[in-house]
């Protein structure tokens, strides 16, 4: 499933409540992790390559008490997309 809604974003330092990634609240960001996060299932975001030379990621999530089903599954999927590639500065 997704990690969130957008690619990265640029940092921004001013106070949560007024920040925007695009047009939506920075505080949307969390509708993607309450999906394993509310259920309690164990999940991990893998690296899966660039889009517009920002990192996307694909959130994982394994069994009920499984985190290394979620682990394990990352890591073979890194075997497969190539890892973590680290966005131009």
Do not use: C, K
């Not at 899966?48 to 985190?67: F, K, N, S």
């Amino acid at each position: 499933m997704p990690a969130n809604f957008t690619t990265a974003a640029p940092h921004d330092r001013r106070p949560l409540e007024q920040r925007r990634i695009g047009d939506r609240p920075y505080t949307d960001q969390a509708f993607w992790i309450t999906h394993a996060a509310l259920p309690g299932l164990p999940s991990v975001v893998a690296p899966v390559g660039l889009a517009d030379g920002l990192p996307v990621g694909a959130q994982i999530l394994g069994p009920r008490h499984e985190d290394d089903t979620a682990i394990t599954f990352a890591e073979l999927l890194a075997d497969v997309v190539g890892g973590f590639t680290p966005a131009p500065v």
